[in-house]
């Protein structure tokens, strides 16, 4: 498959890189890693989002480029119309690109799967997949390196990778116990990259109204259930709205309860325009994506993953509550 992938991307004139709605740290870091490769190469390559994506992450090279699907259709959609190669990153789902997805699936440009979720979905002649590594970005480093082209891994590439790894391992505090991340952090590093300024430029770069949205929602809208190891956390449009937050100003508070004595299993229940946006993280071995999968459409990782839910918020938090009786035992043994 490497093989193929290198004939491909060598042959061909322009390259088109997508990503999934509501792009984060690994669907961004992965997607600009890549396209800093290819531009390395002499290629004209694009990155193409469905949606924006958070203020925190705009700092990355090369971000200013991004063209977004649902500000810029027709040049977004040209560009997938005339890409030699379409490489899709971090989704293994067609449906996961939004109001692109009729577009990708009738663009004629050869497509390659690059991901780390489970079950992919048969839309790409190539599918690299592999659920067992940590990010996307994990997996275009290995891409790049596998092909031998180290020597043309630039700092700026090397700096999206990593991005993409921190922010995909919560500052690699989950799916991150594998030796082999901390050679290729390692390897970036001798690129020149300041892991330590990437941290700050992601974590400690907030706003002021998140700030307080965060203390709202601790304060008032965090449920613990210590009877089932458990924490919930309930945000309403009405209520994200008296603090004007921006893109991706709720990113991270699932894993807040996290850090209470005792809780091995965090909800976050967002509304949205249409949905509830259902984000999930465990700790130890509880399988939160068995809880996504069963309950809310979704799917994941052992320890994070999520999905989407089309009803009322009473609704959806009546479905956590059966979830947590039904994983009672379970949850109870990961404490």
């Known amino acids: 498959m490497i093989d193929h992938f290198e004939k491909w991307f060598v042959r061909a004139d322009k390259i088109a890189i997508v990503s999934h709605v509501s792009p984060d740290g690994d669907a961004i870091g992965s997607s600009l890693a890549l396209w800093h490769f290819f531009c390395s190469q002499g290629k004209r390559a694009t990155v ?44 293994n789902a067609a449906k996961r690109v939004d109001a692109m997805k009729d577009k990708l699936l009738a663009a004629g440009g050869r497509k390659i799967m690059i991901d780390h979720h489970l079950y992919p979905e048969d839309f790409c002649r190539i599918v690299i997949s592999h659920p067992e590594i940590c990010s996307t970005s994990e997996l275009v480093f290995r891409l790049i390196c596998r092909m031998g082209y180290w020597e043309s891994l630039s700092t700026e590439c090397a700096q999206c990778i990593y991005t993409g790894m921190m922010t995909d391992t919560g500052g690699f505090t989950y799916n991150s116990n594998n030796a082999e991340i901390y050679f290729i952090i390692n390897r970036l590093i001798s690129k ?35 009877d089932y190891a458990s924490a919930l956390i309930v945000l309403t449009k009405s209520e994200m709205r008296r603090f004007n937050p921006q893109k ?15 809780i ?22 509880f399988p939160c994506n068995k809880v996504a999968e069963e309950y809310f459409n979704g799917g994941g990782h052992k320890n994070a993953s999520g999905g989407e839910f089309y009803g009322s918020m009473d609704d959806a938090v009546s479905l956590v509550k059966q979830a947590l009786v039904k994983y009672q035992d379970m949850l109870l043994g990961c404490r």
């Not at 300024?197 to 965090?222: A, T």
């Not at 991706?248 to 005792?262: A, C, H, Q, R, W």
């Not at 229940?269 to 071995?285: A, H, T």
């Open 192 to 226: 020149g990259i300041d892991k330590d300024d990437i941290y700050r430029k992601v974590f400690n770069n907030q706003s002021e109204n998140r700030m307080k949205l965060m203390g709202y929602m601790l304060c008032n809208k965090m449920f613990v259930y210590r």
């Open 248 to 262: 991706g100003d709720t990113e991270g508070f699932v894993n807040m309860p996290l850090s209470i004595k005792g």
């Open 264 to 285: 091995c299993f965090s909800v976050f229940l967002r509304e949205d325009e249409n949905m509830i946006k259902v984000s999930l993280r465990s700790v130890g071995n």
């Open 48 to 91: 193409v989002m469905p949606n924006n994506f958070p203020e925190f992450l705009k700092w990355m090279p090369g971000a200013k480029e991004i063209l977004v699907y649902d500000k810029d259709r027709e040049k977004a959609d040209a560009v997938l119309d005339e890409a030699d190669v379409i490489c899709c990153l971090d989704f």
